[in-house]
């Protein structure tokens, strides 16, 4: 019996594969047909169920992952690989997640693709791309040693906000042949779903990078106030920013100004603290933070001429950094800088530093900048209250004790003399000595009260200075502090002063045949100045300087300096600055 002829279809004459053919050829066409049809009715369903899941899924790593699994199973893919691209500049691709490679087989394979070839094309035209045989194509560089056989492949851009993220690349369809131009329109819509899930993931996490940096700033604030001070503090701001940053290394930098910076603390690095005390400052760029009082970031630390070189870190090894200034606001409304905080990442985590927001570093670092001022003066007022405190005790103890001892005493010896000679004279006698040394006990307590926990305090270690060299000069040398001296004058300086003051004093005995010698200790304008004049016969054009020369080392270590000069009415004056900062 003769079979009908197919119908022609509305935009022409029937398939010439089907022209001729018997009854049960055509049948079998028409099921494989609705099996394709049911099929890709299934794989839209899948895809749909896929992009419900991958909305709810905000980690970015396991989303990824997700897609690239997803993007396989869809189109039958026995390999699918995702290539994130890169924002720093120093390779395409930051991010090459695969399936279908086993972790033997990568091994093998190598280093991962860095985007160029055929990955590299897609980069360059975001487009799908459909291909028989890779490597019939020109772009194609071949597949490296090791590497399993691929022939099919369909690759298809991600987009974020109309920008490309990355790459979906599949290859090798399991039921043989090539892949489809279906195959290709459900790969493009799971991209665009992709890229919506993609970019709620990446909001997510920002929103939770900016939370890590208030808590960062809070817990700043909160131990700053307490009992930690001094480098301490500076370490634990070192801390934290590195460890929400996620960057590899950072360090805080201090000084008085931008041309005396100095390094003080290193976090993400085992450096022995004597190593950092003598770290040396060639150039910085940490100094164009501090002058212009914005954040800086150095695309390249390890290959910038100006960049910091201390000799104890591997700056070489460092790719992208960002400085920020310690800024904050004084009592009197002045705008001052403590030091920079720098961040910075190797080359290999370069991209690391693209997904850091420069406002909230920068923010934190003004916060730590006041908590640092605020724990200062915490620490500050309660030495003076301490002082104060001690001197409220001594001045009782005079005033009051010692005085109604002072009278008890006058009253025993008054009757003493009454008393005449005898055993109650004896008695009275041993009570008049016994009231005199409570009272040199006590005077000695209130010395002592003044005195306590000042070792290293300046005030105190000046004035015994100056009082046992008024013994080898036969004269007291005035002596006059300006100033919060005792409270600004840390425990760092006070031995250089001390020194410089000591070898001031001895050449004045020695040489000068001065009649009058002044000692002044001023702090102003965040430096600490020591002057020491005399009218003695002056300084000799053949003097030997290895005094003077120690005072300038030692002025020098601290980022000052020392002057000596003739006074205005003759002898000598000598000038010793350091900064406080």
């Excluded at 908590?371 to 620490?379: H, P, Q």
């Excluded at 020369?549 to 000598?574: F, K, L, P, S």
């Amino acid at each position: 019996m003769d079979v009908e002829p197919t119908p022609t279809r509305a935009d022409g004459d029937p398939p010439e594969e089907l022209a001729g053919a018997g009854f049960e050829e055509l049948l079998d066409e028409v099921l494989h047909r609705v099996r394709a049809a049911r099929d890709e009715q299934v794989r839209w369903r899948l895809l749909l169920d896929a992009v419900v899941t991958m909305a709810a899924d905000l980690s970015l790593d396991d989303l990824l992952a997700r897609i690239v699994r997803i993007a396989g199973d869809l189109v039958g893919a026995r390999y699918a690989a995702l290539g994130v691209l890169s924002t720093s500049g120093q390779q395409r691709l930051r991010m090459f997640l695969t399936q279908g490679v086993g972790p033997e087989e990568a091994a093998a394979i190598g280093d991962l693709p860095s985007g160029h070839g055929l990955l590299g094309l897609i980069i360059d035209r975001p487009e799908p791309l459909r291909l028989h045989d890779i490597a019939e194509h020109p772009e194609s560089f071949g597949f490296p040693a090791n590497h399993p056989p691929m022939r099919s492949f369909l690759g298809v851009p991600i987009r974020t906000r109309d920008k490309v993220f990355g790459n979906l690349y599949l290859s090798e369809k399991e039921s043989g042949g090539d892949f489809t131009a279906e195959d290709e329109g459900i790969v493009v819509a799971l991209a665009a779903a992709a890229g919506v899930a993609i970019e709620n993931a990446r909001l997510y996490e920002e929103a939770d990078r900016r939370q890590r940096w208030l808590a960062a700033t809070a817990q700043i604030t909160t131990t700053l106030l307490g009992e930690v001070t001094g480098d301490e503090g500076l370490q634990l701001v070192a801390d934290l920013a590195r460890e929400v940053a996620g960057a590899d290394l950072a360090w805080i930098l201090t000084g008085p100004d931008a041309e005396r910076l100095r390094l003080r603390v290193v976090s993400g690095l085992e450096i022995d603290p004597d190593e950092i005390e003598s770290a040396t400052l060639e150039s910085s760029s940490a100094g164009t933070a501090v002058r212009t009082g914005a954040p800086l970031t150095v695309e390249d630390l390890g290959a910038e001429p100006q960049a910091t070189d201390f000799g104890v870190l591997p700056l070489r090894e460092l790719g992208p950094a960002m400085m920020f200034p310690l800024r904050d606001v004084d009592p009197t409304g002045r705008i001052g800088t403590e030091g920079v905080l720098t961040l910075a990442w190797t080359r290999a985590h370069a991209d690391a530093a693209d997904q850091v927001d420069v406002a909230l570093p920068a923010a934190f670092a003004e916060q730590a900048a006041l908590a640092l001022r605020m724990a200062r003066g915490t620490v500050e007022g309660r030495r003076l209250a301490v002082y104060e405190d001690r001197d409220r005790i001594g001045r009782d103890l005079h005033d009051v004790v010692i005085q109604r001892l002072f009278a008890i005493g006058l009253n025993l010896q008054g009757a003493l003399r009454r008393a005449g000679d005898g055993p109650l004279a004896t008695r009275l006698d041993e009570a008049i000595v016994e009231i005199d040394d409570t009272i040199r006990d006590i005077r000695r307590t209130i010395f002592e009260l003044g005195a306590m926990d000042r070792s290293g305090d300046v005030q105190t270690e000046v004035t015994q200075l100056v009082e046992r060299a008024a013994s080898a000069l036969k004269f007291r040398p005035t002596l006059a502090f300006e100033g919060a001296v005792r409270l600004r004058v840390g425990p760092a300086i006070v031995p250089d002063l001390v020194a410089v003051l000591a070898e001031a004093l001895s050449n004045t005995t020695r040489h000068a045949g001065a009649t009058q010698v002044s000692v002044l200790v001023r702090v102003a304008d965040d430096a600490a100045t020591l002057r020491v004049a005399d009218d003695g016969t002056g300084i000799p054009d053949d003097v030997a300087e290895s005094g003077l020369a120690n005072m300038r080392d030692r002025a020098a270590a601290h980022g000052g300096a020392c002057v000596v000069r003739a006074g205005e009415t003759g002898g000598t004056v000598v000038e010793w600055t350091v900064p406080l900062s």
